[in-house]
């Protein structure tokens, strides 16, 4: 699928990733390679009620192999731990969303589906969940945002793409914040006024959101190229 390698390839720009440009697709979608990269792009801060070494623990469970059977108790053993895996990373997933600024928004994603049995639906949700938090609500959002210049063409129209897509969704509880870089909770005025008269003379919040994102965009890329030419 050639988002998920466009996906691949971007974050493996990242510094110090847990993402290799040649890692296939089956590797990228398997609970080690997800928890890794959950822990990687939140900052290693879960703030689950487990603890991290239990957390560790669990993720070194053995994991399921071979075809599902009943008469087979490792493999229903490897089953439930795959189950319990999934709970956790649903956890992590919730919490880092709820600790964020888009606090309210619920990722609409069956790990279940996309673990097991790589429903092409769900793989495409959870590329479109990627862009979202490695271009907004990650501490690695800025690196984000500066290494889609580095990729080819066609990886790079692909990611943009879901990006302008997820700034089209209805959002009604959030919208920039034109004094600051990022996004921020601010209630929407319910006035007519604004929208009836004079239009033409302001612009919509999804054009606000472009205009900064381009912003800053160039402002890392400047960064980048400065810091490059420091004499050493």
């Known amino acids: ?17 847990v993402i290799q440009a040649d890692c296939t697709i089956v590797e990228f979608l398997s609970i080690p390679m997800i928890y890794k990269l959950f822990r990687y792009l939140f900052n290693q801060d879960f703030n689950i009620s487990i603890c991290d070494d239990e957390i560790e623990e669990i993720f070194k469970m053995p994991i399921i192999t071979t075809v599902y ?16 895996q999934i709970h956790i990373l649903e956890m992590i997933l919730v919490n880092h969303f709820k600790n964020s600024l888009l606090k309210d928004f619920k990722p609409e994603l069956n790990l279940y589906k996309l673990i ?66 990022d996004y921020e909770v601010i209630p929407r005025q319910q006035t007519t006024e604004s929208s009836s008269t004079n239009s033409s003379n302001y612009i919509n919040s999804d054009e606000l ?14 960064y980048q190229l400065g810091m490059s030419r420091k004499p050493n």
């Open 1 to 17: 699928m050639k988002l998920v390698q466009a996906l691949i390839h971007w974050i493996s720009e990242f510094p110090a990733s």
């Open 69 to 84: 059977s009943i008469s087979d108790h490792s493999n229903l053993l490897g089953l439930h731990n795959v189950i319990g």
């Open 116 to 181: 097991l049995f790589h429903d092409g639906e769900e793989v495409e949700k959870y590329c479109e969940l990627l862009v979202e938090i490695c271009t907004k609500t990650s501490k690695l959002s800025t690196v984000g945002l500066t290494t889609l210049e580095f990729l080819t063409d066609e990886d790079k129209i692909m990611l943009e793409d879901i990006i302008y897509k997820r700034r089209q969704l209805p959002n009604n509880n959030y919208q920039v914040n034109s004094e600051t870089e």
């Open 209 to 222: 959101r472009l205009l900064r994102w381009e912003n800053k965009l160039f402002q890392s890329v400047i």
